[in-house]
């Protein structure tokens, strides 16, 4: 069962671990890139293939052959990812923060980031983005269930207990508390 406050401050839900360089095409591969985001019917196709691309000898799935995304599906079971290093990677593709968002994930833990995605995540108002300095990956299994609490910036596994520090979000938690970018600015007063 998956919980979040509207400000996305504490999540908890399942976890999807996945391995090092999760690139953008995996997130979201091309051939999906044909639906329109600003079209709600075809919005949702972003979520039912979200994560598609991840290939199952590469993911780091500790239970091997677990979908992102059930195939009969467009919401995921998932509200958490855990990756590694260097998550976001590839092209610029905006879809792919998106992608994750429209399964209904909302936060993802990872070592490292490409800049692009994690700029992507805070200014589209898609993911809440935390960075680890300990490798979850090898901690966590997909289907456990966490709990993250973004005020103290600490990840809890249910299952076993231990608790684990976030870096902080810092200057984007504003930004982040807003949903995105223009929201932030709106209120703000940057925008008319």
């Not at 805070?122 to 983005?129: C, H, S």
């Not at 207990?161 to 600015?185: Q, W």
Request: aromatic fraction near 10%; hydrophobic fraction near 35%; proline fraction near 6%.
């Amino acid at each position: 069962m998956e919980k979040t406050d509207p400000m996305h401050r504490k999540v908890r839900g399942k976890a999807f671990v996945v391995g090092d360089n999760i690139d953008t095409d995996q997130i979201i591969p091309a051939q999906y890139l044909s639906y329109n985001p600003a079209d709600s019917d075809e919005r949702k196709f972003f979520g039912k293939y979200a994560m598609s691309g991840v290939p199952e000898s590469r993911s780091g799935l500790p239970q091997g052959n677990v979908p992102f995304i059930a195939a009969d599906r467009f919401r995921s079971e998932f509200f958490v990812i855990i990756g590694g290093t260097n998550f976001g990677c590839g092209s610029s593709r905006e879809h792919a923060p998106l992608a994750i968002a429209e399964a209904g994930c909302r936060v993802v833990v990872a070592e490292s980031y490409a800049r692009i995605f994690y700029r992507n995540s805070i200014n589209g108002g898609y993911l809440v983005p935390f960075e680890t300095p300990r490798r979850l990956i090898d901690e966590i299994n997909t289907g456990q269930e966490v709990w993250i609490d973004a005020e103290t910036s600490a990840l809890v596994n249910v299952a076993t207990g231990r608790s684990y520090d976030l870096r902080p979000l810092g200057d984007v938690s504003p930004i982040i508390r807003a949903g995105g970018i223009f929201e932030y600015a709106r209120r703000s007063g940057m925008l008319e």
